[in-house]
Nanobody, 125 residues
Framework: QVQLVESGGGLAQAGGSLRLSCAAS??????MGWFRQAPGKEREFVAGITYSGRSTDYADSVKGRFTISRDNAKNTIYLQMNSLKPENTAIYYC????????????????????WGQGTQVTVSS
């Protein structure tokens, strides 16, 4: 059984930063990803990282501002969010993706099988 617990959300001003953490338990030798869901919108891919950490992928809207990383010794995945914008307001979810030895980073939410409960990020203008 895999459990994912997100933390680090909160209120930030536009232009500010937040760092999300996802503490994982169970088998997570997998690609891990961050998704978000804003009110009235579908859940969307934000960032993903392979188990080795050598490959990452980002949604176009966050490239250059968000950075995903992981510490496999601590079984924790991070999302550093800089230059936040009001449109980044959403619930952010950590999720376990497919096991893969390739450098491909899955971005389709249907490829992710375990999800955390989410953490709210609110960015004020």
């Amino acid at each position: 059984q895999v459990q994912l617990v997100e933390s680090g959300g909160g209120l930030a001003q536009a232009g500010g930063s937040l760092r999300l953490s996802c503490a994982a338990s169970g088998r997570t030798f997998n690609t891990m990803g961050w998704f978000r869901q804003a009110p009235g919108k579908e859940r969307e891919f934000v960032a993903g990282i392979t188990y080795s950490g050598r490959s990452t992928d980002y949604a176009d809207s966050v490239k250059g501002r968000f950075t995903i990383s992981r510490d496999n010794a601590k079984n924790t995945i991070y999302l550093q969010m800089n230059s936040l914008k009001p449109e980044n307001t959403a619930i952010y979810y950590c999720a376990r993706g497919p096991y893969s030895t390739s450098n491909h980073v899955a971005s389709n939410l249907y490829e992710y099988d375990y999800w955390g409960q989410g953490t709210q990020v609110t960015v004020s203008s």
